[in-house]
């Protein structure tokens, strides 16, 4: 489904972060897909073609996707209902951590290494990567402190890995 008229090449992460910023203008394209089970995060492809992957996320409290890569890919998320938390590892010290409300946005390359989390109830965010995903890195920490990095499908849903809830 080409409804978006999006150039025939990979975005960079200011395209991306205009990209989600412009889909939120445009809720007739998306809010069809909202809901909330409770239970599991929803989530639902929007849009997917060789350059780029644009999805939609809905978030209850506690909602977290654990520590993760975007392999090759750049990304961008614009959240459009309540609030999710970014956090972001750093060695021999707490993660750096903001909360993104509704209405803010943010971009990040391939080299980028986070987890998000749902900060209330039921938020929602828009999300585009490029190229599109394949594949995923989600780390763990084994008892020892030695990272680990396991390499998933981007159509998993993303949770924190048994092994280890922290970096």
Known sequence: M??????????????????????AADPE????????????RHYVSLHRDEYVDVWLLCWEHGDDTGWHDHDISSGAVRVVRGAVRE?????????VSRVVDAGASFSFGPEHIHRLAGENEQAVSLHAYSPPLWRLGQYSVDPDGVMRRESVSYA????????????
């Open 2 to 23: 080409k409804w978006l008229s999006l150039p025939s090449r990979n975005l960079d992460r200011a395209e991306l972060q205009a990209l989600v910023d412009d889909l």
């Open 29 to 40: 394209r998306w809010h069809g897909h909202v809901a909330f089970s409770g239970q599991n």
């Open 87 to 95: 956090s972001s590892p750093r060695i021999g010290g707490d993660p």
């Open 156 to 167: 998993d849903e993303l949770r924190p890995l048994e092994a280890g809830q922290a970096a």
